[in-house]
């Protein structure tokens, strides 16, 4: 079983405060996905990154996937409450003529106006 | 709407009850899976279909059964459930962009076990 381990795992920030998330595994993924989840939802994708090194920004989001391939992060600058949710990242891995993705435990952020 | 569309959101079944929850897309998508969202839990995937072939997660236990009549639409059938099968039921379906498969999920069906 590939585990993904995100931390922090709570996270309570003021309106303005930046912020990094970390996805963590011992494994290697052929590309890595970011997700929000809001309440009463399901998750959207926010990103996709594929190369070991690949740093992608959607405006006040950064990811950066590691060189080894193997862990990320999401740097929020300037967080807003428009933010808050659960943060989750998920290592894909071939599987057939597709991937199978596994997820980490996510990451609920809260920003406060 | 995300284009993945599931019934019923809310759901409260006894253990003796049978239920199913169905989920249904139009995005062209060719593979389909349910997962399950337990607080203090990851995602766990439960079953993909895949060009209507079936791959299971060898944990899950026999009451939840899933169906894939075409690539459009998903079942997933519940009977005798117990307690701790509580929980926020997820449906997504999925397209390949760039070598990586992108999921698109509904919005759950939540799952009440008295």
């Known amino acids: 079983t590939q585990l993904l381990e995100q931390s922090p795992q709570f996270l309570s920030i003021q309106e303005g405060e930046n912020l990094t998330v970390y996805c963590n595994s011992s494994s290697v993924f052929s590309s890595l996905q970011w997700y929000r989840q809001e309440p009463g939802e399901g998750p959207v994708l926010l990103v996709t990154v594929v190369t070991g090194g690949e740093v992608k920004k959607l405006k006040r989001l950064t990811f950066q996937f590691g060189d080894a391939r193997k862990d990320s992060s999401l740097h929020i600058t300037a967080a807003q409450p428009g933010d808050t949710g659960l943060y989750l990242c998920a290592g894909a891995t071939r599987w057939g003529a597709g991937n199978m993705l596994t997820f980490g435990g996510g990451t609920r952020l809260m920003v406060k106006p | 709407e995300t284009g993945v569309t599931q019934t019923p959101r809310h759901l409260v079944m006894g253990m003796t009850n049978k239920k199913s929850l169905k989920c249904e897309q139009h995005?062209?998508?060719?593979?389909m899976y349910w997962y399950k969202q337990s607080a203090k839990k990851p995602l766990e995937l439960m079953f993909v279909y895949s060009l209507e072939e079936r791959v299971e997660n060898n944990s899950v236990p026999s009451r939840f059964s899933p169906e894939c009549p075409n690539s459009s639409h998903l079942f997933l059938h519940l009977h005798t459930l117990q307690p701790e099968d509580s929980a926020l039921y997820l449906c997504a379906s999925s397209r390949e962009v760039a070598g990586a498969n992108v999921l698109t999920f509904g919005a759950g069906s939540r799952l009440t076990v008295l």
């Open positions: 995005l062209g998508h060719n593979a």
